[in-house]
């Protein structure tokens, strides 16, 4: 089984890969939030050496003017599409999901424009309308869906709860359906560090089932990854059809200096494997305001799978680590 950097590459969390005809491409939160950019390379070794496209910057004010957070690349409806999050200024937690459209057929080379705001259906009042982000999409027989993190109602609460929706998608970047809530923080593993909290879903489907991965908690050392799985015969739009898995999947690990996993995607690997890309720091403290620790760096780890078929989280011994970690900004 092929052996891949690790870190893949430094101070880049919430890492985005994606396999389309026999090319990766990487995506992924950058430091200053304040861009978006695009790396592609045959191979996933090659990753961290390939130039970097910007294809997008922050607006100067207004919409789209901080907080640019977790872009994902999708080939979606015969178009290539990023998903990203983007604050307001003034007001820098306005925080929504926004879309770019490539206007040919090579993210790399052709031109990238604005597809603005993702909307709700016709109807649906609730979505987009608070805290929103980390929107990812998926195909299944014929239809496409979108899940993505948002706050309801919580104008004052403390703490703020972020709970994971989920509708069918009309086109890129437009609802087809109401929302529903799929996840809530229900445990105190969801709960931790003053935020309750779920948000970055991944989705897989394996063995005839549809597995959704999240992340949980505040985004120090208790950040960990959480599951739903459904069967794929199930109404996906039926919250009763999601199931959560009781405890977290992938938590903080001191011993091999894993501290606060997630954020993570799934894809195929050079031989045909199912990979997991994630992000997670190599230590515990971190000082000050963890938006300004930028030392969470971008993994890929291949998924294992139990005798029901479902995956697991397992970072192997010899492929921790490969590579000297750089951490900058640390007191």
């Known amino acids: 089984m092929s052996v891949y950097p690790s870190p893949l590459l430094m101070q880049r969390a919430d890492p985005y890969l994606l396999k389309k005809d026999g090319k990766y491409y990487f995506t992924a939160t950058v430091p200053d939030y304040d861009c978006i950019e695009l790396r592609a390379a045959q191979h996933i070794r090659d990753l961290p050496d390939a130039p970097a496209r910007i294809l997008w910057k922050k607006h100067p004010l207004g919409g789209m003017a901080c907080h640019i957070w977790a872009p994902e690349l999708h080939y979606i409806m015969g178009q290539w599409v990023i998903y990203f999050a983007a604050g307001h200024k003034p007001g820098k937690w306005n925080i929504r999901p926004y879309t770019l459209i490539c206007k040919g057929n090579d993210p790399m080379k052709d031109e990238w424009e604005e597809g603005g705001m993702l909307q709700a259906a016709a ?108 069967d794929e015969d199930a109404d996906l739009l039926d919250p009763a059809s999601w199931k959560k898995d009781r405890e977290p999947v992938f938590k903080t690990d001191a011993d091999r200096r894993i501290f606060g996993p997630g954020h993570n995607c799934f894809l195929e690997g050079e031989e045909g494997e199912i990979l997991t890309a994630l992000h997670f720091r190599d230590y515990e403290k971190i000082e000050g305001d963890p938006l300004n620790d930028h030392n969470r760096h971008a993994h890929v780890m291949p998924v294992q799978f139990d005798e029901e078929g479902a995956p697991l989280f397992r970072f192997p011994e010899d492929a921790l680590y490969t590579v000297p970690v750089r951490n900058t900004g640390r007191k």
């Open 123 to 230: 109807g649906d009042q609730y979505p987009f309308t608070d805290f929103s982000l980390d929107m990812t999409v998926f195909e299944h027989r014929g239809r496409w869906y979108a899940v993505w993190a948002q706050k309801f109602g919580t104008v004052g609460a403390k703490p703020p709860i972020s709970c994971l929706c989920m509708a069918e998608l009309e086109t890129p970047t437009r609802l087809k359906s109401p929302h529903v809530v799929i996840s809530k923080p229900d445990y105190d593993w969801e709960r931790r560090g003053g935020f309750w909290v779920n948000e970055g879903p991944a989705v897989l489907k394996h063995g005839g089932k549809i597995y959704l991965t999240f992340s949980a908690s505040a985004t120090g050392a208790c950040y960990c990854m959480g599951m739903l799985r459904a």
